[in-house]
Structures are given as structure tokens and as C-alpha cells.
């Protein structure tokens, strides 16, 4: 883990869980698995409150802990879960957009508590919209098929139960296979049935599936780039191929299971309104992209097409890091790198002839790009001493690096803009206090105001005019700047979020999956 | 000795300066004579305040010089939801119970504490069953209340008083009245004599410096001079 990462991290869980909680996870971050008493000794607060800490960090997923070989429990903080924190917002949108108002409700309340039963999602759920006094009051009975259809399209999962106590550690079943199986509604049950299994509905927890989420923002990543490279129609066709092998394809394979033209085309007539010849025309141009990631397996279904994952994501990354050499170093330097890019490795007599610009400058450009580790150099010795005389460099791009790279300055960035949000805060946290205050005072005055008195109108303005005179113009101002400074830390957070998700996917892809690890070595043991 | 029968001077370098890429004939670029320039780049960054409309002048800076233009954030609908969202969910976070604070200390009671308005946290319960034991918070030791057997206390009370009763009358005598009380005096004798006693240890009654130990440089000078 690096420094800024752990920096990142820190600041995140600061942001949610408050400043103590920040720097308990500080040391959980530096030191790894951890005992309570260290934690306590490091972090220089009660053991009370460490002990608060860390069962707010348990509920919230982010910690897991072990016993040790030597007896003690550990714990562990987990920085993938910590980073998703990052996105919830993202999820929120997402269960809005696809499900609807409800789902975005359950979403909301998973993210916000970590894990929950229905029986209390509901009842916050219900809780809330009362508060709100909206008419849209939400009912259990609409909440439930919703909650059904996210859980069976995965996007919720089950909180792996408590199975039993040893040595004062709980131990959590490991099962798979239930994963998505939702207890029966209790009220369609027979009355004498119903205690039993409205206790287990009760146990059962439930915590918000990270990975399905990341795989459908990577799928939308996916059709987006399809869309500025072709057309919306393009789009659509990518979503639905994705949409349909989703269930189909394990989530550890790195390609999508080949789909048929007979299949995709009464889909995309009735979604789209694309009749068969312009979609045969739309295949064969999404597979001749130069994105090239549709590829078509075979002929049989009147053409069978699959999408490589992997190459998507790794052509997307590498499409996002030409055009940051393109803003950094300008367009003759993305000459060159895209030189580089295509033919590998390549000397520098080469570089200066391929690309067309004058020696001079376009060796300026190459070491630039060199000096900040855009480009690497690999020196072939011709003799055994090194000497400069007699070695080849070549030069090459390396993508997987490169990602790492741009990672690891994502999560500076994002470090950065936490620290820049956090200290606006507390810079002008007198003003925020004095604001809420004056907001609470108004909400007062106007709740006590009686609507049906004669003059209630010329009251009610009165009342909204000592409240402006409350705070100054230059206070407001201030407050005004300050929500600017927000709203614009946090659209540069999204898309710095963005870039990062992209290049973490690209990483995630570039490990060799253990599924296909494992039918390497059984096809050489065959063999 | 290496570098003998290599010539005088000229040549400063040990490889052939063709391979950086300078020509023949091509001058080479001069030394640097001044100091690189100071980072931040001042200017630069001014630059950028001004775009962002932040009051950067309270913090370190740790902004790296642009050497282009910085692009405008996107902005979209759904940008702008997301974000709403984001603030929500932050201030909801922060007002809510997972925001951790500090236990206070039960035994100093400030006056200001009365007054502190601060951020009222919503409390919540944490699922026991998903904890190790270590974190699970200590129950509080109730002490047992035994109710104590006032029936039975009060009939043996007063058996008592009439059992005492009957010995007094029995022994009504004055001799027997002045032994208790010599007896009783005694007792306070002996107390007495047993805070003289503590008196005794005390240290300064004890002290006494006789003066022996005062002035005993000469053996020291004795000492050192046996060095020789």
C-alpha cells in the first residue's frame, strides 16, 4: 500500500466516521493487522473509544479481523472497500436510474448503515418519507418486489450469517450458494408460521454487492466510449449484448459468452427499432473498430459476438492516458508516444525519423516524457561493461505501468481534495454553525406561526426579514463562495473518481485471473 | 594511471559525445550557472486562484506548475444530481450516530458543557453477534440488593434487650459499676501511651547530628595523594 493511498483512505474515513475514527484508521492503514491494544497505544486515544471505532468500521465492512497465530485478535482494514466509499453516490444513481425512486431509497440506507435487515430498511425508509411529509408515502408492500428484483439482479447481497462463537471470535459461514435468496414475506405466510420466519427475515443482513456495481458502471463505460465513437444506436446494441450475457458469464471470466444474431435481433427490433439488416450492418462495423473488443466467434447463429473485457478496458485506459499526454506534453509529444505505442520498442534514430519532426526538438519531447516516466528506456549492452558506445536504448511504453502510475496520482489527487474540503471546513466552521443555527431559528419561527391568523402573510414576512438581517452581506457571501468551492471540489473528485475507476479496472484485467491461471496449468499438465 | 596516452584535456568525457545526439561540430549546452527556479511557481499559481476563486494564502502549497491550460470541469444533469447526493450524504454521515467522538470525561464537569450546542449525534446499537467478544461494551456489574430479614432482626433484637435486661438486674452492684470503670480508664491509658509511642518514631525527635560527619575533606585529600 502506498503512502497516498493510505492518505486517501484515512481522509475518506475521516470525512464519514469523524476525526478520531481517522486517525485510529491511520495506524490501521501504516501497520496492517493490528491488535485493539496497539491500536490503542498508536493512535494515542482510550481504548473505548478505539473500541467504538472499530465496531463502526466492523458495521461498515470496511474491518475484518482474525486471530493471530500468537492468540491475539487482529484487525484488518480493507482499502478496496474504503475506496468504494468514494462511489456511493454512483450506486445511488445507479439503483435510481435502473429501479427507480424505491430502489434509490434502499440503496441510500445500505450504503448510509453498511448492513441492515428489511424489516429496519423498511422501517427507516418509512420513517423517512414521513419526515419528509411528502404524499408519496412509500408502503412496505411496494418496497419489497423492488428490494426482490435488485437482490436477483444481484446488485444486493446477503451479509454472511453468524454461524457460532469460538474463542470470542464469530464465525461466518462461507456459503455461496444463497447468496441472493430472499426470506418469503411473512405476511403471505399462515399466521402460525409467520413468528418463525419473520425472526429469521430479521436475521438475515444484507450489505450492498460492490463488484456487480463495479461491473455495471464498467458496462456503461464500456458503451459510452462506443456512443463518441460511433453512434447512440451503437451504444444501445453494447448495452444489450452486456446486459444479456451479465447473467449468463461467471464475473471472474474475462470475456462475455458468445451471443447470437437470432437472439440479438428480435431484442434490439423491439428496444431500438433496428430491423435485422441495419444491425448486421452495426456488427460488422463495432467488430472492424479499431477498439477492436467485439469480436466475432463464429458463423453458426448467423454470427456469434463476444466482447473482450480485458482489451476494453485496457483500450480505454490507453485512450485516457494518449490524451493526458496530449494535454501535458502537447500534440507533438502524442506523436511520438503514439509512435511508440504501435511499433514498441524503438531507438532513438527511429523515433526522430518515424514521427517527422526535427531531431532536436523531438529528442527534447522523448526525454521529457522519459524524465517524468511516461516512457521507459531499456539499455541492450552490446558488450558486458555497459558502455554507452555500445548499447542500443530503446525506447517503449509500457500501458499496465503506466496505469500504475496514473493510479497511484489519482489517489494523490483525490487525497489532495479531501484535504482541500476538509480544511474549508473547518476554516469556516463558525460561519457553518451560525448558519445552521439561523436555519433552525427560521424553521422554528415559521412552525410557530399560526396559518390561520388574519395577518399571517405580513407576519410571515416579518419573520423572514429578521432572519436576512441575522447574518451580513459579508457572511453571505462567504457562504456563498464556500458552496461554490464544494460543488466544484466535488465535480473534480467525480472525474478524477472516474479516471481512477477506469484504471483500476484496466489493472484488475491485467492480473491473470485465477480461473484462466488454473486452465493454463491443467492444459500443460495435459499436455 | 588509467587514463594515460589519452591526451591533455579536450576531451572531457570518457564516451563519444555523438551519442547523446550532438553533432559533430554542434555546441554543447553551457553549464548551468544559477540555481533552478523556486517551486512553487509562484505566478503560476496565482494564476489558478484566481481561476478557482479559492483563498489558498492560510495553507502550504503544494501545486505543481502548469505548463497548460486547465480544462473546465464537465457539468451535466446527472453530474449535478450526483453531487447533490454527495453533499447530502456527507452532512447525513456527519450529523449521524458513525460519526465517532471522543468518550468525554464523566469526572471533570465543565461549566461550558452546559452551553455547547455542538453536533447532536443520533446514538445506534451495534449488532452484537457480528463483534468479537473483545469489543462487545462491558456490562455494567449490578450489585446484588439482599433485602435484609427485618422479622427475624426484630424478634432477635428484642430477645436481646430482654436477655440484657435480665443481667443487669442480676448484677445492680456499685462494686461491680467502679471496675468497669477503672477498667474503662485504662484502656485510655494505655491509648495514650500509645501515641507517645508514635511520637517517637517521628523523624525530627530522632535526629541528632553530632557533627561528626562534617569536615571530612582532609581524608579525601589523603585519599587522592595515596594515587601517587
Known sequence: ?527 | MAGRGRGRGGRGVSFNIDQLGFGRGEALPKATLQPPPTFPNVTQVDKILKKLEFDLTDSVLYLQPLTQQVHPLQTSEEISYIIAVKQNFRNKMRESGYNVLAEKDKCLKKYSDKYQLGIQNGSWEPNLKILPSELHPKKKKMRKMVKPNITKLKLDADKKLKELEEFEKVNDDDDVEEEEKKNEEGIIEEEEYDEEDLEETDYNMTYFDNGESYGGDDDDDLDEDALY
Request: with cysteine; hydrophobic share 35%; proline share 3%.
Open chain 1, 1 to 527: 500500500m502506498s503512502s497516498s493511498l493510505n492518505h486517501l483512505c484515512s481522509s475518506i474515513i475521516s470525512e464519514g466516521f469523524g476525526d478520531i475514527a481517522g486517525r485510529v484508521s491511520q495506524v490501521l492503514l501504516a501497520k496492517g493487522h493490528t491488535s485493539l491494544f496497539e491500536l490503542s497505544r498508536l493512535s494515542k486515544e482510550r481504548i473505548l473509544t478505539v473500541k467504538k471505532c472499530l465496531y463502526t468500521f466492523i458495521h461498515h465492512n470496511l474491518v475484518t479481523f482474525k486471530r493471530s497465530t500468537s492468540g491475539t485478535l487482529e484487525y484488518y482494514i480493507h482499502t478496496d472497500i474504503v475506496l468504494n466509499r468514494i462511489l456511493f453516490p454512483k450506486f445511488i444513481f445507479t439503483a435510481k436510474s435502473l429501479f427507480g425512486d424505491t430502489a434509490e431509497f434502499i440503496v441510500e440506507e445500505l450504503c448510509f448503515h453498511g448492513n441492515l435487515s428489511l424489516d429496519d430498511i423498511v422501517k427507516n425508509i418509512t420513517m423517512k418519507t414521513d419526515a419528509e411529509g411528502n404524499n408519496q408515502n412509500i408502503k412496505k408492500e411496494e418496497i419489497h418486489p423492488i428490494f426482490i428484483k435488485l437482490v436477483s439482479e444481484q446488485f444486493i447481497k446477503r451479509f454472511p450469517s453468524v454461524v457460532g462463537v469460538e474463542d470470542g471470535v464469530p464465525i461466518f459461514s462461507e456459503q455461496k450458494h444463497n447468496l441472493y435468496f430472499v426470506p418469503p414475506m411473512a405476511d403471505s405466510e399462515p399466521p402460525e408460521k409467520r413468528q418463525k420466519t419473520e425472526e429469521t427475515e430479521n436475521l438475515v443482513l444484507w450489505i450492498i454487492n460492490y463488484d456487480r456495481f463495479h461491473r455495471y458502471l464498467r458496462d456503461c463505460q464500456i458503451a459510452t466510449a462506443f456512443e463518441r465513437r460511433i453512434d447512440s444506436n451503437a451504444c444501445e446494441i453494447i448495452k444489450i449484448i452486456l446486459r444479456i450475457s451479465e447473467t449468463r458469464t461467471d464475473p471472474n471470466c474475462t470475456s462475455t459468452k458468445g451471443i447470437s444474431m437470432i437472439e440479438l435481433s428480435p431484442i434490439t427490433k423491439k428496444e431500438l427499432g433496428i430491423s435485422k439488416d441495419i444491425l448486421t450492418q452495426y456488427m460488422s462495423l463495432l467488430v472492424e473498430d479499431s477498439f477492436n473488443c467485439v469480436i466475432k466467434l463464429a458463423d453458426s447463429g448467423e454470427g456469434t459476438y463476444a466482447i473482450d473485457l480485458p482489451k476494453a478496458m485496457k483500450n480505454l485506459a490507453t485512450s485516457h492516458i494518449e490524451s493526458i499526454i496530449q494535454e501535458k506534453f502537447g500534440s507533438k509529444a502524442f506523436r511520438i508516444f503514439k509512435v511508440l505505442l504501435l511499433n514498441g520498442n524503438l531507438e532513438q534514430q527511429k523515433i526522430e525519423d518515424c514521427v517527422m519532426i526535427p531531431a532536436k526538438e523531438a529528442k527534447e519531447l522523448l526525454y521529457r516524457m522519459v524524465e517524468q516516466q511516461y516512457v521507459s528506456v531499456t539499455e541492450v549492452p552490446k558488450t558486458s561493461d555497459h558502455a554507452p558506445r555500445s548499447t542500443f536504448y530503446l525506447f517503449s511504453v509500457n500501458i499496465d505501468a503506466l496505469a500504475r502510475k496514473l493510479e497511484e496520482n489519482c489517489y494523490m489527487i483525490l487525497g489532495n481534495l479531501y484535504s482541500r474540503r476538509d480544511h474549508e471546513g473547518k476554516k469556516s466552521k463558525r460561519l457553518l454553525e451560525k448558519q445552521s443555527k439561523i436555519e433552525a431559528i427560521a424553521l422554528q419561527m415559521t412552525n410557530a406561526l399560526d396559518p390561520s391568523a388574519p395577518d399571517h402573510a405580513q407576519k410571515l414576512e416579518e419573520c423572514q426579514k429578521e432572519i436576512e438581517e441575522m447574518s451580513t452581506v459579508g457572511e453571505k457571501e462567504q457562504i456563498e463562495r464556500l458552496s461554490k468551492a464544494y460543488s466544484q471540489l466535488d465535480q473534480a473528485e467525480m472525474q478524477t473518481e472516474e479516471l481512477l475507476f477506469i484504471l483500476r479496472q484496466c489493472i484488475h484485467y491485467s492480473i491473470p485471473m485465477e480461473n484462466d491461471v488454473k486452465s493454463k496449468k491443467k492444459a500443460i499438465e495435459v499436455d
